[in-house]
């Protein structure tokens, strides 16, 4: 079993920039490949990015691709999601999700999922 813990998000300005964390549970992190998602008020829950377990791959959707970067610390149990240049379109709940295999962009695909925390930017 895994259990994945996000930090706390935030309110920021546009064009501010703020780090997530998200630290699993377990001793298999390393194996697992781990993605960000969101979700906005009235809106499906969308892909962010993913990272693999071999390789450390990165994926990306197109509306973070340049402002956004994932990274993970196998020693720490953690994956990031770097976001600079926040807009405020990018308000949301953030989702850390895992899955084993390789990473993918379709949420059906993740079986372990944080608890999201909230990223508001204002205009």
């Known amino acids: 079993q895994v259990q994945l813990v996000e930090s706390a998000g935030g309110l920021v300005q546009a064009g501010d920039s703020l780090r997530l964390s998200c630290v699993a549970s377990?001793?298999?992190?390393?194996?697992?490949?781990m993605g960000w998602f969101r979700q906005a008020p009235g809106k499906e829950r969308e892909f962010i990015a993913a990272?693999?377990?071999?390789?450390?791959?990165?994926y990306y959707a197109d509306s973070v691709k340049g402002r956004f970067t994932i990274s993970r610390d196998n020693a720490k149990n953690a994956v990031y999601l770097q976001m600079n240049s926040l807009r405020p379109e990018d308000t949301a709940v953030y989702y850390c999700?895992?899955?084993?295999?390789?990473?993918?962009?379709?949420?059906?695909?993740?079986?372990?999922w944080g608890q999201g925390t909230q990223v508001t930017v204002s205009s």
């Open positions: 999700a895992a899955r084993r295999n390789g990473a993918t962009t379709d949420a059906l695909d993740y079986g372990y």
């Open positions: 377990g001793r298999s992190f390393s194996t697992l490949s």
């Open positions: 990272i693999s377990w071999v390789g450390a791959k990165t």
